[in-house]
């Protein structure tokens, strides 16, 4: 069977994208790390499916999956793609916000430009149950041992779990290995994206992410959220930042508890194509 798509990327972080509005998702976790697998699929980070909304409020429903063939909650990246595609589907005009509704509940989307896309990714989840991470009560700072090391962390939920570390130098070895055990810690109940973040003034930041089911990516929107609500919370930046990440910048707006985190930033599509599905797989 042949399997369209098309392949989209926010500043980096790399989508497949699968028109599913008529005939529905149908691949299992071995097609979907078949799919993501760069050398004999086509890659990705993250898998993304739009489909007609559960919810009657909502224009549309999208899925997200890992390379890895797990779900995801959120994906402040992929939902600008999203929106982007449904642009080029003549589903979404220059101006409109619309309601999609993603694993995590309704999203407003805003499409500034044919490739510039503004989203309300909801006010940022610090209670500790609902992130979930194991913590007695919600606070701005928790000690997490790792090895043989006490690390200093801020956790949140921007739809997905994050850990956010706060470091001086982003190009530190130890990064390397800190992340893949950050994002798999006893402490988050369903792992964590591990977020890395140099604060440069109160208005810009760098950001390195290791994604639970991803690994290392090129740019992380839920993860450039995370970072700045931390800090925000923390009342170490402004309720604007410029999150840069190897792959670009982002901005992120947020005024504080009551009132929702924006994201913008770009959405850019690489190219379409048809995937072979394999007939069997290991």
């Not at 909304?53 to 909502?58: E, G, I, K, T, V």
């Not at 995801?72 to 992929?78: E, H, L, W």
């Not at 896309?117 to 209670?127: A, C, K, L, S, Y």
């Not at 190897?246 to 850019?268: C, F, N, R, V």
Request: hydrophobic share 45%; charged share 20%.
């Amino acid at each position: 069977m042949q399997l369209p798509f098309s392949k989209m990327h926010g500043i980096g972080n790399d989508f497949v994208v699968l028109d599913c509005r008529h005939d529905g998702f149908a691949l299992d976790a071995a097609q979907i790390r078949a799919l993501a697998d760069r050398h004999t699929g086509v890659g990705f980070d993250q898998l993304l499916s739009v489909e007609p909304a559960r919810d009657p409020s909502c224009a549309f429903y999208y899925g997200i999956w890992n390379g890895d063939g797990s779900a995801s909650g959120q994906c402040g990246n992929g939902v600008r793609c999203v929106a982007a595609w449904l642009h080029r589907a003549g589903a979404l005009a220059l101006g409109d916000s619309v309601l999609i509704e993603s694993p995590s509940g309704p999203v407003t989307v805003r499409l500034l430009g044919a490739n510039e896309v503004t989203v309300d990714m909801g006010e940022p989840i610090f209670e500790p149950a609902r992130i979930p991470f194991a913590a007695e009560a919600a606070a701005e700072r928790y000690e997490l041992r790792v090895d043989d090391a006490t690390l200093q962390i801020g956790a949140v939920s921007m739809g997905n779990p994050h850990a956010v570390m706060v470091v001086r130098d982003l190009a530190a070895p130890d990064l390397q290995r800190l992340g893949p055990l950050l994002s798999s810690h006893e402490r988050f109940a369903q792992g964590a994206n591990a977020g890395f973040v140099q604060q440069l003034d109160r208005s810009h930041l760098r950001l390195r992410v290791h994604e639970r089911g991803a690994g290392w990516t090129q740019a992380c929107g839920t993860g450039a959220c995370a970072a700045m609500a931390v800090l925000h919370r923390r009342g170490d930046v402004d309720d604007r930042v410029w999150v840069e990440l190897p792959g670009g910048s982002l901005q992120i707006d947020w005024a504080g508890p009551g009132h929702p985190l924006w994201m913008t930033g770009p959405a850019a599509f690489a190219f379409e194509g048809e995937w072979t599905i394999p007939a069997s797989l290991p």
